[in-house]
């Protein structure tokens, strides 16, 4: 499943901003106080998600693992909230992930092959998947910081998980905030990188964009139960 929670990356952290309270953590590099101008910065952030509650975008998506060669892909994703999404990859891997916020639907094409998974069983296997049902507290569980320097264009955010295993780079549109880059650090070093594009904010998406269909004829694998 470690795949999927790649993959899943982008959406959890933007349902990780939508379910913060106003204030939040936020510490420089160094551990000095935090600036006024971050806690703004982390305050708009969750005000704009706080009220995004659906979006689609196109993404492409580069999955850099320690002794192997880079992975590229593109595709298009939908979320709506609370824990519905869909993302759709393209060649070379073609995937389908899919979730109606009850089940987890994991598509590989070429294995013709279903992995379902309940949701909430789901979120036991990551910290970070908590925020997709609106359950994870940004405060409790990262410190935000503004990476160094600040050279794209973009507004570049850190987030590092208190309890550790895992880094999160985010790059905001200065405009509007919407997320258009997010970089997720294992504790392996292993990154995957997503660039978003094509943003569209609370549109219109109905219960069927997230209704998974199981193909004719694929297997379908029931992830085992938590012990």
Known sequence: MNRIWKALAPLLVMSIVAAAP?????????????????????????????DTNSFTANFNEEIATVGAPKRQRQGTVSFRKPGRMRWEFGDPEKQTIVSDGET????????????????????????????????????????????????????????????????????????????????????????????????????????STFAFKVPAGADIVTAPASP
């Open 22 to 50: 106003a204030r939040s953590e936020a510490m420089l590099p160094n551990g000095a106080p935090v600036s006024k101008d971050l806690k703004q910065v982390l305050d708009r952030l969750q005000r704009h998600y706080h």
């Open 104 to 207: 987890l639907y994991s598509y590989d094409p070429d294995l013709n092959q279903v992995v379902e998974t309940p949701l909430k069983q789901a979120l036991k296997s990551s910290s970070a998947t908590s925020f997709l049902l609106g359950i994870g507290n940004i405060n409790h569980d990262f410190k935000a910081r503004f990476t160094i320097p600040q050279t794209t264009g973009q507004i570049d955010l850190l987030l590092d998980a208190k309890t550790g295993g895992y880094k999160i780079e985010v790059g905001l549109d200065p405009k509007t905030y919407n997320l258009i880059s997010l970089t997720l650090i294992d504790q392996l070093g292993d990154t995957t990188k997503v660039d978003f594009s094509e943003i569209h904010d609370n549109v219109e998406l109905p219960d």
